[in-house]
């Protein structure tokens, strides 16, 4: 039997998983310079994982047959990004029950994770077999034929997540997304707007619906999307990428060369960042406004 503590603890595993999910929020500075290096926040999602696996751990030890055990631990490894750990403990949540659909579901993520897509798409339709009213599984699914190129099928399960459970953000977007690919943009604004709405606090498809606006010739909405995407998660390089790329079409080279920066600040590596840095006449050293 369970103890309170073990569910006390499952508890807190849900908040932070939910919390690590969503992305750390950052407070966005209005001014930036090319600097050095990430900031400390990484390491701080670090720690909280690596505490919660050690009472997951506990709780694990505890209850060696109880399958959702294995389960709460190996999706946290799977964030962590220990995907050989995570699939052990989903492979014992999966033998103790073999009926356990969000294992196989879990499972198939972290597959998709490892780049081993077969895997993902059996485990994905265990999940459906199991439960063939697990929206979520048929987004995985449809995540999985997305990136395949396999539009249709992507499609059909993307729908079929609707259908399933019509405030599931991530079937709206996702499917945005297969529309965006194939050139339909406003059907692609549509479906990001929609999973804005149930999903306002996520950058992605902000920075989604923005990319459709930047391909109709429309800078000005797709710089306000890309404005909420940094807001959202200041720690995505992709939408300061994207930021700076609208300011520079609009002709605003101070917040796209700090957008550029930004980015930099991020990944120093990072080539689009560094071209548009240049374009702009971006002066390594200076500091840049990002908001008016």
Request: proline share 3%; glycine share 8%; net charge neutral.
């Amino acid at each position: 039997m369970n103890t309170a503590m073990d569910i006390r603890l499952r508890s807190a595993v849900r908040r932070l998983a939910v919390a690590a999910a969503a992305g750390l929020l950052v407070a966005g500075c209005q001014t930036v310079g090319v600097g050095v290096g990430a900031g400390s926040d990484d390491e701080d999602l670090r720690y909280a994982a690596s505490t919660n696996l050690q009472s997951l751990t506990e709780v694990v030890q505890r209850n060696p047959n109880d399958p959702q055990a294995f389960n709460m631990r190996g999706s946290v490894y799977g964030r962590a990004g220990q995907y050989q750990e995570a699939q052990a403990d989903f492979n014992r949540a999966i033998q103790i029950d073999p009926n356990y659909a969000q294992a196989y579901a879990n499972r198939a993520l972290v597959y998709q994770k490892m780049r081993r897509p077969d895997q993902a798409l059996a485990d994905y339709n265990a999940a459906i077999r199991i439960d063939p009213s697990y929206s979520a599984a048929f987004v995985g699914r449809g995540t999985v034929y997305r990136l395949q190129g396999q539009a249709n099928q992507a499609l059909d399960d993307f729908n079929k997540a609707i259908e399933l459970k019509p405030d599931n953000a991530q079937a709206y977007h996702n499917r945005g997304l297969v529309y965006q690919a194939q050139g339909q943009h406003k059907f692609a604004i549509d479906d990001f707007t929609t999973a804005i709405g149930l999903a306002p606090n996520v950058s992605e498809p902000f920075v989604a619906r923005g990319m459709s606006y930047m391909a109709l010739n429309d800078p000005k909405m797709a710089a306000d999307d890309f404005d909420e995407a940094v807001t959202a998660d200041a720690g995505s390089i992709d939408a300061w990428v994207a930021r700076g790329q609208a300011y520079e079409r609009i002709g605003d080279k101070e917040k796209a060369a700090g957008s550029y920066a930004k980015a930099l600040n991020l990944n120093q590596n990072n080539s689009a960042a560094r071209d548009g840095f240049q374009r702009v006449g971006g002066s390594f050293g200076r500091q840049y406004q990002l908001f008016n």
